[in-house]
């Protein structure tokens, strides 16, 4: 992996950025810091207001692994895209298979809710409607949680596709629910000439693998098991990073672009 901040970098993200891409980012980790209790997360302020400068110049959106409904209170403006569940919400034609993602999860829920407390009573179920994360990061003993989860897990029906994160578990439907797909799918639908994925976490791995060529792919924390090419330190980087990118990108308004307005 190399520092998109060095100078290899900024020669990189020079040329990327004169193809007027759409900067897309992860939210938990990435464009907000990574806390004990994700109910309190906002996106900070400075952040923000890079995001609204960028957004008149590019398209930017957020892709998250949180529901919609969860996230939407935490912004301050409106992004141009708003990709949630892991790619589940927000997608063209994505309403069709809300019924039985929705369904397949109350079945979950029915097993997993009665059982959780006497695996660990720090071990909290947050229901996303399509989606279910297992959070353990006030675990009394994680390791004992996650083979306990693991042997619950695979008692649902029908099978969820399992996807381990810091401290948490996130169940979703088989095939379903990839954020490499869901960026796809926008390129797919603009006439954007690229597009600047960061995120931080094994969800945007899903993106990092892709390996395509109209992708910047960038890691927040660098990681020998990364598939992205690129990487920042650490969240406190975003900003610089937000900055160097708003350097990089002419300042003349994007056609019909705006600068956010409330989310």
């Known amino acids: ?4 901040l060095g100078a290899e970098g900024m020669r990189v993200l020079r040329e990327f950025s004169a193809r007027m891409p759409l900067c897309l980012f992860d939210f938990d980790g990435t464009l907000a810091p990574l806390a004990p209790d994700p109910a309190g997360v906002l996106l900070p302020h400075a952040v923000q207001l890079r995001l609204q400068a960028l957004q008149a110049r ?44 929705v369904a397949a999860c109350e079945r979950w829920r029915a097993l997993l809710a009665p059982r959780l407390p006497a695996i660990d009573p ?19 003993d994680p390791d004992a949680v996650e083979s306990a989860l693991s042997a619950l897990f695979a008692q ?17 439907p088989p095939g379903r629910g990839d954020k490499g797909e869901a960026v796809l799918q926008l390129l797919r639908a603009t006439s954007a000439g690229g597009a600047l994925y960061v995120g931080d976490d094994i969800t945007d791995e899903d993106v990092f693998r892709l390996r395509h060529p109209d992708i910047l792919s960038v890691r927040v924390e660098p990681s020998a098991a990364s598939a992205a090419p690129w990487f920042v330190a650490d969240h406190a980087a975003m900003l610089p990073l937000l900055d160097r990118l708003l350097d990089c990108l002419p300042v003349q308004s994007r056609p019909g672009g705006h600068a956010g307005g409330a989310a």
């Open 1 to 4: 992996m190399t520092d998109l």
């Open 58 to 101: 590019v398209p930017v959106g957020i892709v998250t692994g949180r529901s919609l409904a969860d996230l939407r209170p935490r912004l301050e403006f409106r992004t141009d895209y708003l990709i949630g569940n892991h790619g589940l919400e927000g997608l063209p034609g994505e309403r069709r298979m809300h019924a039985a993602l």
């Open 122 to 140: 720090g071990i909290w179920l947050e229901d996303k409607q399509l989606s279910l994360s297992i959070h353990y990061l006030h675990a009394r």
């Open 156 to 172: 649902l029906s029908p099978a969820p596709r399992i996807i381990p994160g810091k401290s948490v578990f996130s169940l979703l």
